[in-house]
């Protein structure tokens, strides 16, 4: 064939064997660069495709833990009532914390929750004819398929009141529940949470145990792709009380998005500014002025009520919007979001209901400033059953014999008809109520 095309060159070249072999060099030269146009232009497109690949894997995961998100809402909660989870593993996290890893017995699939919020465990506890109800943060990402989450410290009897117990739930976690024990679990629950569908920057504020439902979101944040900015702030005494370090450093150095400032209030002889913290002392709001760009970000924040309020009062001193400011507090509320200021009227109007507890046999008048029915009924010397004191878990409910009540947010489950949540209503008329 060679030869066959060469004859040919000569006979087109008028005999001249030299041109010949010209025509033949431009030749082979010209496939040449057509075959490395082709292969350039199949390795452009090969680029390209794993490029969109690469992109389409990443949009499908953010859409991906934005649709468990948005599956999660109040109405579609996962389940109604009790289901019981298994103990998978449990950690030592730090002094008097422990993680529990918790898998559903039935081996059926979790539902997705928000970041931010918590399940509500009814325990029975040696000793108790009713079961004890508490509620705790979820301390993982909506991304985890396999399991849920709780990080729990076992909280002891007050510095000034070393005459009181430990907390029963609490301790009962720490100290006698194992690996392997079934525990009774209500559906992921509550209105404080990450809207992971936003980009807007955020800044994490957490005390002590408080972290769990800040590593939530920032989890949530990293598992979806999102370069959102993130300013993490945490609190604690030492390393000793430092709750999940590891992880929280860790995500931290693989993300440049997040920025973790850890504060010590009170360093050990081994902890090392810059590697175990970064700050000593307590977080503060002077520590944001001196490392925050400005003040335009949105706030959440958990941890002791002192450490809430300090924080929240100095947000307000430093002109944040109260809608810019996100919390949620369990047991007594010693933060509380401004409400509206009543009218002469309504205050006139207020001062005069009369509450009737039936079954205590007690009549009072409400007193305006008073937080909500719970509160109410504990300073009259009332005893109604409580969990979250966030409207979610349902133990303070009580039924309604006569009047109306006005409801301070949304709960995230309405109660039945003839019914009331306790601590977050307060009566709209004179009431009758079944305590």
């Known amino acids: 064939m060679i030869a066959t095309l060469i004859a040919s060159l000569h006979a ?22 057509i075959l490395e146009a082709i292969r350039s232009g199949l390795r452009v497109n090969a680029e390209r495709v794993q490029a969109r690949l690469a992109r389409e894997k990443l949009r499908a995961q953010v859409d991906e833990v934005r649709l468990r998100c948005r599956e999660a809402g109040p109405a579609q909660a996962g389940w109604n009532g009790l289901r019981k989870f298994a103990v998978a593993k449990k950690v030592i996290e730090c002094d008097d914390v422990c993680a529990f890893y918790l898998k559903p017995h039935d081996g059926r699939a979790l539902p997705a929750f928000k970041p931010g919020q ?27 398929k396999d399991y849920y989450r709780v990080t729990i410290k076992k909280e002891k009897a007050p510095p000034d009141r070393p005459d009181l117990p430990p907390g029963a739930a609490s301790s009962y976690f720490c100290d006698v529940v194992k690996e392997g024990d079934i525990l009774n679990v209500k559906a992921p629950a509550g209105q404080f949470f990450l809207d992971l569908t936003k980009t807007n920057p955020i800044v994490l504020i ?11 979101m920032a989890n949530a944040i990293v ?19 430092h709750i999940h370090k590891a992880e929280l450093e860790k995500l931290a150095a693989k993300n440049e998005n997040i920025r973790l400032h850890v504060c010590y209030s009170k360093p050990g002889p081994d902890d090392v500014k810059d590697r175990d913290y970064q700050h000593e002392g307590r977080v503060s709001v002077e520590l944001f ?6 003040n335009n970000f949105d706030f959440y924040l958990c941890g002791p009520g002192a450490f809430m309020k300090g924080i929240t009062d100095g947000l307000e001193s430093w002109g944040v919007p109260d809608s810019a400011v996100h919390f949620e507090a369990f047991g007594p509320a010693t933060v509380k979001k401004k409400a509206a200021v ?62 109306e009540v006005n409801y301070l947010k949304r709960p995230d489950a309405e109660p039945d008809a003839g019914s009331c949540l306790t601590c977050i209503c307060r009566p709209k008329s004179d009431l009758v109520l079944d305590a």
């Open 206 to 216: 957490a005390g002590g145990v408080g972290i769990t439902p800040m590593l939530s």
């Open 223 to 241: 598992a979806g792709g999102s370069k959102r900015e993130v300013w993490f702030f945490l609190g604690a005494r030492n390393w000793r009380e």
């Open 118 to 144: 918590y399940l509500t465990f009814q325990l029975d506890l040696p000793g108790r004819d009713k079961p004890l109800v508490r509620c705790y943060s979820l301390s993982d990402c909506p991304h985890q």
């Open 289 to 294: 002025k001196e490392l925050l760009p400005s």
């Open 342 to 403: 009543p009218t002469l009227d309504e205050t006139a109007h207020l001062a005069k209901i009369l509450v009737t507890f039936s079954r205590s046999n007690k009549t009072v008048r409400w007193e305006p400033s008073a937080g909500n029915l719970l509160e109410f009924a504990a300073a009259e010397g009332i005893k109604i059953d409580s969990g979250c004191c966030a409207g979610g878990c349902g133990t303070c409910v009580v039924a309604i014999k006569s009047g």
């Open 12 to 33: 087109l070249a008028g005999g001249d064997l030299s041109f010949a072999a010209g025509l033949l060099l431009l030749a082979a030269l010209a496939a040449w660069l």
